[in-house]
C-alpha cells in the first residue's frame, strides 16, 4: 500500500467511529487543560502534589457513582479536601510537608478502595485507575468541557500572577499580592485539572499528564510563553497519537497517551539544542569557550 | 541632607522582637530611617539583617513591637506600593524561564490592572530602569544567563521600575565584581537625591562611609547607631564582628 494513503487510512478509519471522535475530543482537550498547568507544576516542583490530589478524588469517584452524582462534584471534593488537609496538617505539626502528601493521599485512596469493594459492579474500579476515554458519555464530556473551560479562563485572567509567585513570592507579597492566595489558586487549579484528566488516563496516569508536558517544554525553551505553548502542542500531539495507535493496536488508551508524552520528553532530554545532553554537547563543540559578557 | 524632608519617618521600627521557634532573632530592635537618606544595615551572617527586613515587609510577625513604613503599616504600605525589595542571590531561582525584560516588568504589577497587561507607560519604565542599570543589551537573555553583578543590576532595575518610595536592599554587593559595585553605588546615590529612601544591608564595611548618611551595626539587637563614623569604630565593631563570647553565641529561651 502507498504509504500516504496508509497514512490517511491510519487516521480515518477510526475516525469513523463516533465513540473514537468523542475520546479524541476528551483527550485533547485534557491534554491541553493539563500542559497548561503542567508549566507551573513543573517549576513549582509539584509532582508529588499532582500525584497525591489525583489518588485522593478515588473515594469521591466511588461515592458519586454511589448516589448517582456526576463524578466530577465527589472528585473535587475529595481532591480540594485533601489539598486542605495537606495543608492544615503540614502547618499543625512537625511532619515535612512530603511525608504529610505521602500519609494524605494514600489514606484516600486506601478509602476509596475499600468503598469500591462494597459498591455495586455498575462502577469498573479498573476504569477508574486506568481511564476509559473510549467509553465516555455524554454527562461526562459536559463536565470536562465546563471544567477545562473554567481553569483556562482563571489561568487566562490570572497566568502572569502565578508566574510571579512561582519565581518571586517575595516580590509578589512586597507589591501587596497574597503569595497564600495564589498558592490555593494554583492548588485549585491542579484539583480541577486532575478532575478532568480522569476520564482520559484514570487516576493512576494523571500525573503524568500535569508533569511530563511542562517538563518537556522545560528542556526547550528558556521563555514561560513558549513554555506552555509547546507543553500544549506535545500534548495535543501524543493525544492525538495515542487515541489513534491504541485503536489500531487495541491497547490501552490511557498508557499509549503518557508513552507518547514520555516519548516527547525522552527527544528533549537528548536533543534539545541548550538542555539536551546531546544537544548541549554539540552547541559546546561548535562555539567557541563561552566569554562572559562584559560586566 | 539636600532632599526635602517631612517628618514622618520612612522606616520606623520600635521594640521589634523576633523568636524563631526558642531562638532569639531580633531583641528590642529600633530603626528610625527619615525620608531621602541612605541607612546602611551592618552585622554579620545571622545578626538578624535577614530577619528585620522580613519583619519590614511583614512576612515575618514581631513577637511585639511596631513596623511603620511611611507611617503606615506594612499592609496598607504596601498595597500602596511603597516598598521595593532586592532579594539576596540565594533567594532566587535562576533557572526559572524568564527574561531579565520579564523580571524587570514584574516590577510594575503593582501598576497594573487584573490581569498585568503591559501598557505603554509600563514598557517606557521597563526601557528606562533597563538602561539606567546599563543591561539594555542583555534584556532579552534568560535571567540566569547573566554574571553576579548583572544579576544584582536587574534585581535593582525590577525596583527601579516599581518607583516606590523606600527600597530595601538585601547585600547589594554580595559576588559583585567591581564595575556592577561602582553602577549600584551610583544609582543608589541618584535615588537618595530623587528623595527615595534606602536601607542597605550588608557584611562588607568598605562602601559604608562613602556610600551611607547613617548606619546601624546590628547583633540580634541593635549595637550602635548614628553616622558611619559613629558606628565604625573599632571596639563597637569588635562586639558585632568579633569573637563571638559565650553570651554572643545563640540564645536558647528555656
Aim: glycine residues 8%.
Amino acid at each position: 500500500m502507498d504509504a500516504l494513503t496508509a497514512l490517511v487510512d491510519f487516521f480515518a478509519v477510526p475516525l469513523q467511529f463516533a465513540f473514537v471522535q468523542r475520546a479524541l475530543l476528551v483527550a485533547v482537550v485534557a491534554g491541553v487543560v493539563c500542559a497548561v498547568l503542567s508549566c507551573w507544576m513543573t517549576l513549582m516542583g509539584w509532582s508529588l502534589m499532582g500525584d497525591a490530589v489525583s489518588h485522593a478524588v478515588l473515594p469521591g469517584v466511588v461515592l458519586s457513582a454511589m448516589f448517582g452524582l456526576p463524578f466530577a462534584l465527589g472528585a473535587l471534593v475529595f481532591g480540594a479536601g485533601s489539598v486542605a488537609l495537606i495543608g492544615a496538617v503540614n502547618r499543625t505539626s512537625r511532619v515535612k510537608e512530603d511525608a504529610v502528601i505521602g500519609v494524605v493521599f494514600t489514606a484516600m485512596f486506601a478509602l476509596g478502595l475499600v468503598l469500591i469493594s462494597r459498591v455495586p459492579s455498575q462502577t469498573d474500579l479498573g476504569h477508574i485507575l486506568f481511564g476509559n476515554v473510549l467509553g465516555v458519555t455524554d454527562t461526562d464530556i459536559v463536565q470536562i468541557l465546563v471544567l477545562a473551560a473554567l481553569v483556562l479562563t482563571v489561568v487566562w485572567f490570572k497566568h502572569r500572577d502565578l508566574t510571579l509567585y512561582a519565581f518571586d513570592r517575595v516580590h509578589a507579597h512586597a507589591i501587596g499580592l497574597n503569595p497564600r492566595l495564589l498558592e490555593t489558586l494554583l492548588l485549585g487549579l491542579l484539583a480541577v485539572t486532575v478532575v478532568v484528566a480522569l476520564q482520559a488516563v484514570g487516576i493512576i496516569l494523571v500525573v503524568a499528564m500535569v508533569i511530563i508536558p511542562g517538563a518537556t517544554a522545560y528542556l526547550l525553551t528558556d521563555r514561560f510563553e513558549r513554555m506552555l505553548a509547546i507543553a500544549t502542542a506535545v500534548a495535543v500531539a501524543a493525544a492525538v497519537l495515542g487515541v489513534f495507535t491504541s485503536f489500531h493496536l487495541n491497547v490501552s488508551t490511557g498508557g499509549s497517551i503518557v508513552l507518547a508524552q514520555a516519548g516527547a520528553f525522552t527527544l528533549a532530554y537528548l536533543l534539545s539544542p541548550r538542555h539536551g545532553i546531546l544537544g548541549r554537547r554539540r552547541t559546546r563543540r561548535r562555539t567557541h569557550p563561552a566569554t562572559p559578557a562584559h560586566t | 541632607m539636600n532632599t526635602p524632608t517631612q517628618d514622618t519617618a520612612a522606616i520606623e521600627v520600635t521594640g521589634a522582637t523576633v523568636h524563631y521557634g526558642d531562638v532569639l532573632a531580633l531583641d528590642h530592635v529600633d530603626l528610625d530611617v527619615p525620608q531621602g537618606l541612605i541607612c546602611g544595615l551592618l552585622g554579620t551572617n545571622g545578626s538578624g539583617k535577614s530577619t528585620l527586613f522580613k519583619t519590614l515587609l511583614g512576612l515575618v510577625r514581631p513577637d511585639h513591637g511596631r513596623v511603620r513604613i511611611m507611617g503606615r503599616t506594612h499592609t496598607a504600605a504596601r498595597r500602596a506600593g511603597l516598598l521595593a525589595y532586592v532579594p539576596q542571590s540565594e533567594q532566587v531561582d535562576w533557572a526559572f524561564p524568564v527574561r531579565v525584560r520579564d523580571v524587570v516588568m514584574m516590577g510594575r504589577y503593582g501598576h497594573m490592572r487584573t490581569r498585568r497587561r503591559p501598557r505603554p507607560a509600563d514598557r517606557q519604565a521597563v526601557d528606562h530602569a533597563l538602561h539606567r542599570t546599563g543591561l539594555t543589551d542583555l534584556a532579552d537573555r534568560q535571567i540566569g544567563a547573566l554574571s553576579g553583578g548583572q544579576r544584582k543590576r536587574a534585581f535593582l532595575a525590577r525596583a527601579l521600575a516599581q518607583q516606590a518610595h523606600v527600597l530595601l536592599l538585601d547585600e547589594p554587593f554580595a559576588g559583585v565584581d567591581k564595575h556592577s559595585e561602582s553602577t549600584i553605588i551610583d544609582l543608589l546615590r541618584t535615588l537618595r537625591e530623587q528623595g527615595h529612601t534606602l536601607l542597605v544591608s550588608t557584611h562588607d564595611l568598605a562602601q559604608v562611609p562613602a556610600l551611607c548618611d547613617r548606619a546601624v551595626l546590628l547583633q540580634r539587637r541593635v549595637v550602635a547607631r548614628g553616622t558611619p563614623d559613629q558606628v565604625l569604630r573599632p571596639e563597637l565593631l569588635m562586639e558585632a564582628f568579633g569573637v563571638h563570647t559565650p553570651e554572643e553565641g545563640p540564645v536558647w529561651m528555656p
